[in-house]
């Protein structure tokens, strides 16, 4: 079978699915999925037969996971969903991350509030990670406005990130054993001391498999004007890292700013990434007309991407996960925005296209190519 | 959940896939918390729906002995008698 490009779209109405040929000129879309409630993860995981997977976040009844091994023409639940251990005291809120692991049929999911789980058998049955699940720090951690979420999992080799909101970033160098706050650099907006220990805000992180050591984070930003105790954080919002994540700088300058959620890095240059700046209160895109920012040189200095797409009255947000890009030569950008359209953005985000008017709000989008 | 049984557990037809398809099922347990614990014995799927994983009954999930909401009785621990019926409804919900 030739190899298609599938998204998955989460969203506050269930899972939709959507399928193209390599040449990306148009989307059959499916769904929805998943008894129409929120979806906030999605997964296409492409080691051997495609699995594609997704949180079913039912305020009802609780969270699901679902599985589909037909490229998302059918979903099932698989055999049961995360659950804190009897005696923990924390029951699941949400599933925020659904990633791949090192071996095959290995899942790592991250939840609210923020603790990890893997799974070993796809799905079907799943452990806590005791390393950051029960970690020092974590009953200090504070929800933010979407919640006290463990929303990034990002492993290379023994290494493994975390991205929580609130709590920062946690990295383990022994393969999710154990886990440090390494926040050196990351700045936080809402708290007396600009640089604490842990209890950042962070929004998305993102690395490349050809750049060892290099991160780049969208952080909480907005908070060049604070003017209250500790005194001005301008530029805390969009950060890199040259260490594995021990300490990171600002790459902010340039941008319209510095808030943002979403932060993708293009497939096949390490130095090329593209971040969604918003207005820090609104949570929409500046001056009403959205935009794409892409850096080309690591984040020295940042260009704006914004053919095809609305020029004014436009007050949409996208999510931390509502972005992604694909692995073809001449890659796409998409991205899902909170009034339910879902955007393209071909050779690397040049041109823009709605694919989809008016699905629900959308959560998350994922791309692969299978 | 086959014993003498004289107690009838409604169940909401989003929930049915996790107990055979069942549109009621049949207990004896004495009150509501023991009814659920027979729940969780046999049909764990079923129970972890109707409450998280501390013991606690979702939010937006109610329960009735017969018209009375548990809430205005005893809570978990509202007596069940021969002849009760224990429904489980969702809440209503916004847009």
Redesign the interface.
């Known amino acids: 079978m030739p190899e298609r490009v599938v998204l998955t779209i989460g969203t506050k109405k269930g899972l939709f699915v959507a399928e193209s040929s390599k040449t990306r000129r148009g989307f059959a879309l499916r769904g929805p999925f998943g008894?129409g409630v929120p979806v906030y993860a999605t997964l296409i995981d492409g080691r051997g037969t495609p699995r594609l997977y997704a949180s079913s976040c039912?305020?009802?009844?609780?969270m699901k996971v679902l599985r589909s091994t037909d490229l998302g023409k059918s979903f099932k639940e698989t055999k049961?969903a995360p659950?804190?251990?009897?005696g923990?005291?924390?029951?699941?809120v949400n599933i925020w991350s659904l990633e791949v692991g090192k071996n095959k049929k290995e899942l790592w999911c991250g939840v609210e509030p923020a603790a990890l789980f893997k799974s070993s058998d796809g799905g079907d049955s799943w452990e806590m990670v005791p390393g950051i699940s029960n970690h020092e720090h974590a009953r200090k951690w504070q929800p933010g406005n979407g919640g006290l979420c463990l929303h990034t999992f990002l492993r290379d080799g023994n290494r493994v990130h975390l991205g929580i909101s609130t709590g920062g970033h946690y990295l383990s160098e022994d393969g999710g054993e154990t886990f440090t706050a390494s926040n050196k650099g990351v700045g936080a907006g809402f708290a007396p001391d600009p640089y604490p220990e842990f209890g950042q805000c962070v929004h998305k992180i993102v690395g490349h498999k050809d750049a060892p050591g290099r991160l780049y984070m969208q952080n909480h930003g907005g908070w060049a004007n604070w003017d209250g105790p500790g005194g001005p954080r301008p530029d805390i919002g969009v950060l890199r890292s040259d260490d594995h994540g021990h300490s990171w700088r600002s790459i902010a300058k340039g941008l319209p700013s510095d808030f943002g959620f979403p932060i993708v890095v293009h497939p096949h240059d390490a130095d090329t990434v593209y971040v969604l700046p918003l207005e820090p209160q609104t949570r929409t895109c500046p001056g009403s007309a959205p935009a794409v920012w892409r850096s080309e040189d690591g984040g020295e200095s940042w260009n704006r991407l914004a053919r095809g797409l609305p020029k004014k009255e436009s007050f949409f947000t996208v999510l931390r996960d509502a972005m992604d890009i694909d692995e073809l030569k001449s890659p796409a950008l998409y991205f899902g925005t909170t009034t339910g359209q879902l955007w393209i953005g071909r050779d690397g985000g040049e041109q823009w296209n709605c694919l989809f008017e008016s699905l629900p709000p959308i959560h998350c989008v994922k791309v692969a190519v299978v | 959940m086959a014993r003498a049984a004289t107690i009838t557990i409604f169940v909401p037809g989003?929930?049915r896939a996790y107990c055979d398809g069942a549109s009621d099922l049949l207990t004896s347990a004495s009150s509501v918390r023991a009814a659920l614990e027979e729940l969780e014995r046999h049909y764990p799927?079923l129970y972890?729906?109707?409450c998280?994983?501390?013991g606690?009954v979702?939010?937006?999930?109610n329960l009735f002995v017969n018209t009375s909401h548990v809430r205005d009785r005893e809570g978990l621990d509202t007596a069940l008698v021969p002849g009760d019926e224990l429904t489980i409804l969702?809440?209503v919900?916004g847009g």
């Open positions: 008894s039912n305020p009802f009844f609780g049961s659950a804190f251990p009897e923990d005291g924390r029951a699941l | 989003p929930l799927s972890r729906s109707i998280d994983e501390t606690t979702r939010r937006h999930i969702p809440a919900s």
